[in-house]
């Protein structure tokens, strides 16, 4: 059967790889003007995709803002093919959140100049995150194209459908070889009469489900081929009878795969299968620090900044529209998939490293200054000279133990809810300050008495809140007479205990913690695992000959401290390991390397928050792990993707047999090193153990009976790209003369996690929502007068006419909250919840403590799907199912 053959002209451009985005811009300036210059000539050269980004022209016109006008010709006349994505993002480790503020803002800008591809276009992304489909459709597109993470052992042809976790299904139309296959096109006639009939078409095309082939002419930072309708003519005639080239889209490829109506397959779930193209499993924990750094920030923006400003803007405050767009544009940036996975030059990471800083330096000083003016404003009758205003950006009122950093004038004083009650508050740390907070200047009233201390503390404490409302807040009172503390004292026994948990600390440093609500007792938490990692930025191989250092092995220094709120374990180890991989495989050990493992038990809390500080000075290449032995033996763990939760084999028991069977054609071995949003448990139906991540977000389960999650805390590599490691044979995938010694982390480095034992099965605990809410902490806001200078910057008095408390709504149900912000183009603001459970069906109530008149369900774009039913100001949420999401709009 003769073949049509789909040409269609790209160029796949990173930003950044062993390059800087710097390089890649100036190149671009250069190569994308080459390509207007092109389309605009009169040839057979009909169209052009700029890599499904729209973040390249926002690059491009910053530098030549006069081919504005150009493009937007070229757009609306469907040469030149733009979006819909802002930057080719990665799936597994970017939060939803994220992928759908970057596909929306892509779209937005595309917009602006014409129309965008309506193909979910992810050519280089390192696997296919299961809630695609459901994002796909929810944006209104119903086909995507991508390389990586399907193999000819899952599906038998190139084209198939795509089941998603919650049940949408999109169409696929795969490039198995890879973007790049019609790149390099030979220029002499007797190669190009043999181009065709070799790999990778010979098989790819083979494949095909129709007469129909995609024939992608482009590869990395491509400049365009100008002599390619020549090309195109010369291998028309010496193919006539087999093939016949046409230059086309993406969109018109499918389009022409739809025609022939072809019966196709179904593939459900997550697409990790690195047969026939890497997907690089462990990633996730490259440039772990980072990786942290990522995490934190992500968590930040929707579960901190975008409610506090959205209740601002309930509270009659500007909602800054385009800053929030800055930082998340900063995020995307470094959500690519080369940027993410880390697996780029160390000089390129300096530049992942300050679009964090600034994403975070913004965010942060954002949300302070609006919690500022907030708490500035409120009319609170029992107010004294300082005040701490509690901010709860979570779904439902909370109380409880919290920390907060603050100056205090003196150690003892009482701490007053809005009722006048005393609340217990404990100092954890104290350092005086007086000299660097009173001699600072900038009072813009000099004969306005104020309120100035003889000695100020900087200090962390503890404060046990009474009830915060929800997505709101309330203000507390110190009262400097009194005196509600409750002190922190050293203990001796080995021993702590709250309503939930009793907990032993073993000799060697482990845990042995009991659940009180079920009597289940788990020995031997929390032990830290030292060995090597042969690997590089792509992927953490284990050394052909390891050697694993245990905390198990060990005897720390102990330290506990309790209060009647709050109670401490430092355990300090000195682990002697192996300096570097020669060391290791002879089983030397000769440097010390310091751990500080430490965890936190606050009064009436079901969760544990853990802290690991490692002294990585002097070790090369190596992996610290901490291991759960849940004794819950199991065949799958449960973790949360994106909007929702799923079951991920411990085993890929068929891939494993295919590879032990054909290891030489498969690209990188079937491993269960796994990523995870929020958290990862193991659970039967009585009683289960839950781990959530807050840095590094990579697990796998272990033991003789996979009973044991075991959490990566950090990995360290030297070099860029390596061959022939254990998990992934044959050529290196990056630069192997790229050393990257900042790869090492040589220093100081912090990893927070917490850990939830439950006595209930998982869908009856809702692990999802307890996971937000670790992950969603109650922000304090101080203010006093003497802190207005230098310190927080100085401002003007305010009128005082907010009331004492506040709560924008509350939501009851099992749905958990995914984000809550203004509209894009609407005065209301938007809700997104999801199913977080595995079984149960999702329902949700949100009463809003104002009126609303208008409430919809909206897409991803924020378009009008149907309208909600209001009743005394709630909306009701029925019969969600697994893993679905559900957007509203709200005015």
Not at 112 to 117: R, T
Request: net charge negative; with cysteine; hydrophobic share 40%.
């Amino acid at each position: 059967m003769k073949k049509t053959v789909h040409v269609v002209p790209h160029s796949h451009w990173d930003r950044e790889w062993y390059f800087t985005t710097s390089r890649s811009k100036v190149y671009l300036m250069h190569d994308l003007k080459k390509v207007l210059e092109q389309l605009e000539k009169e040839n057979p050269y009909e169209s052009f995709i700029l890599d499904g980004q729209a973040s390249l022209l926002d690059d491009y016109l910053k530098w030549r803002p006069q081919d504005k006008t150009r493009i937007e010709k070229l757009v609306k006349q469907g040469k030149l093919i733009i979006g819909p994505w802002y930057t080719q993002t990665d799936q597994l480790v970017i939060s939803g959140e994220s992928i759908v503020r970057n596909m929306l803002y892509g779209m937005k800008i595309c917009e602006e100049f014409g129309d965008y591809m309506n193909v979910g276009y992810v050519p280089d992304s390192f696997g296919q995150a299961a809630s695609m489909p459901q994002i796909y459709r929810e944006f209104g597109i119903s086909d995507t194209m991508f390389w990586r993470g399907v193999s000819d052992d899952d599906v038998a042809h190139t084209e198939y459908k795509w089941r998603g976790e919650d049940g949408s299904v999109v169409n696929v139309y795969q490039i198995p070889s890879g973007y790049y296959i019609g790149g390099a096109i030979p220029e002499r006639e007797a190669d190009l009469a043999e181009f065709l009939h070799q790999e990778p078409f010979k098989t790819t095309w083979g494949r095909s489900a129709t007469d129909q082939v995609y024939f992608p002419n482009g590869f990395d930072q491509a400049p365009v081929r100008e002599n390619l309708p020549e090309l195109v003519d010369q291998m028309n005639q010496l193919y006539q009878d087999e093939y016949e080239l046409q230059f086309s889209t993406i969109e018109n490829y499918i389009e022409a795969v739809k025609a022939r109506q072809p019966e196709l397959e179904e593939i459900a779930g997550e697409l990790i299968n690195g047969k026939l193209m890497r997907i690089h499993k462990t990633i996730f924990s490259s440039r772990s620090d980072l990786k942290a750094m990522n995490t934190q920030i992500q968590h930040y923006l929707v579960n901190v900044m975008e409610p506090v400003l959205t209740m601002a803007l309930q509270l009659g405050f500007e909602y800054p529209v385009e800053t929030v767009k800055e930082i998340w544009k900063l995020m995307f940036e470094n959500a690519a998939h080369d940027s993410i996975g880390s697996c780029v030059s160390d000089t390129t990471n300096e530049d992942v490293y300050m679009r964090y800083k600034q994403a975070r330096d913004i965010s942060m000083n954002l949300v302070e200054l609006t919690l500022r003016q907030i708490a500035t404003a409120i009319n609170n009758p029992q107010a004294q000279e300082i005040t701490l205003t509690l901010f709860n950006t979570y779904d439902t009122a909370r109380e409880g133990v919290i920390e907060a950093e603050v100056y205090l004038p003196q150690k003892e004083f009482a701490l007053l809810d809005q009722a006048g009650n005393s609340l217990p508050y404990t100092i954890l740390e104290l350092i005086d300050q007086t000299e660097y907070v009173l001699n600072q200047g900038n009072v813009l009233n000099s004969v306005k008495e104020i309120y100035l201390p003889e000695k100020v503390y900087k200090a962390r404490i503890a404060i046990e809140a009474s009830e915060v409302p929800s997505v709101g807040y309330t203000q507390l009172t110190l009262d400097l007479k009194g005196n509600s503390s409750a002190p922190l004292q050293e203990l001796s026994k080995k021993t702590i205990e709250n309503e939930y948990y009793r907990i032993t600390m073993n000799k060697n440093g482990s845990l042995d913690i009991l659940d009180k609500a079920n009597e289940v007792l788990y020995k031997n938490q929390g032990i830290i695992e030292e060995n090597g990692d042969d690997g590089d930025s792509f992927n953490y191989s284990p050394p052909v000959k390891d050697f694993v250092v245990s905390s198990a092995d060990a005897e720390p220094t102990i330290t506990i401290r309790q209060s009647d709120i709050y109670q401490s374990v430092k355990l300090e180890f000195l682990l002697t390991v192996p300096k570097n991989l020669t060391e290791r495989a002879e089983k030397k050990v000769s440097v010390d390397m310091p751990l500080v493992f430490e965890l936190a038990l606050k009064k009436n809390s079901s969760i544990i928050d853990f802290k690991l500080t490692v002294e990585n000075q002097a070790v090369d290449s190596h992996r610290v792990c901490v291991l759960f032995d849940t004794g819950i033996a199991s065949k799958f763990s449960i973790a949360d993707q994106q909007f929702g939760t799923l079951q991920r084999p411990v085993v890929f028991e068929k891939e494993m047999a295919l590879w032990e069977a054909n290891k030489e054609q498969w690209n990188e071995q079937p491993i269960a090193i796994e990523t995870c949003q929020s958290f990862v448990g193991l659970f039967d139906e009585t009683h289960g153990v839950a781990v959530m991540p807050k840095g590094v977000r990579e697990y796998e389960i272990i033991g003789e009976a996979f009973d044991t999650i075991r959490l990566t805390i950090f990995r360290t590599y030297g070099f860029m790209g390596k061959e022939n490691l254990m998990y992934r044979p044959g050529r290196a995938s990056g630069e192997t003369v790229i050393a990257t010694p900042d790869a090492q982390c040589h220093k100081t480095m912090s990893f927070d996690f917490s850990v939830a034992y439950i006595a209930a099965g998982f869908d009856q605990a809702n692990v999802a929502q307890l996971a937000k809410q670790a992950v969603t902490p109650i922000e304090v806001y101080q203010y006093a007068e003497f802190l207005n200078s230098r310190l927080i910057f100085t401002l003007g008095d305010v009128m005082q006419t907010l009331p004492a408390n506040f709560s924008l709504l509350e939501i009851t149900g099992n749905l958990t909250l995914s984000v809550i912000k203004k509209a894009e183009d609407r005065p209301g603001y938007i809700l997104r919840l999801y199913n977080g459970l595995l079984a149960e069906a999702g329902q949700a109530a949100i009463t809003f403590n104002h009126p609303i008149k208008r409430a919809e369900k909206v897409d991803l774009k924020e378009k009008t799907k149907e309208p909600l039913t209001i009743n005394n100001d709630t909306i009701e949420l029925e019969s969600i199912g697994h893993a679905k999401f559900v957007t509203l709009y709200v005015e």
